[in-house]
């Protein structure tokens, strides 16, 4: 696995993948870390600054978006969040 074909872990986005196609998708790299524990830190960080895992449609049943756990934060991570992602962050709750 690489960061041109990787899709995410998700089994539900993998499940959408297969059932509507690659291409109603858009993958983006948001930043680039120097060390795992500063990514999944920065991962974890999106998830829960966006509220991407407690978010649900109008039925209040289907969640909003993909994202249903933080895994690999096992550690202190050597690095913190950039001043790029959480400008990201900011940019993506103006939008959504």
């Known amino acids: 696995m690489t960061w041109r074909t990787y899709t995410g872990s998700s089994v ?3 499940k ?3 059932l509507i196609g690659h ?5 983006e790299i948001v930043d ?5 524990g ?7 960080y999106c998830q829960m600054v ?5 978010e649900y449609l109008a039925d209040k049943k289907t969640p909003r978006f ?12 050597k690095e913190a969040v950039t001043k790029k992602t959480r ?6 709750m103006t939008k959504y």
């Open 23 to 27: 291409d109603q998708f858009t993958f």
């Open 50 to 54: 966006s509220e991407s895992m407690t």
């Open 66 to 77: 993909y994202n249903r756990q933080i895994a690999a934060i096992r550690f202190v991570p």
């Open 87 to 92: 400008e990201y962050i900011k940019e993506l």
């Open 32 to 36: 680039v870390y120097k060390t795992k």
């Open 38 to 44: 500063g990514l999944y830190h920065a991962e974890a």
């Open 12 to 14: 539900h986005l993998k």
């Open 16 to 18: 959408d993948i297969a």
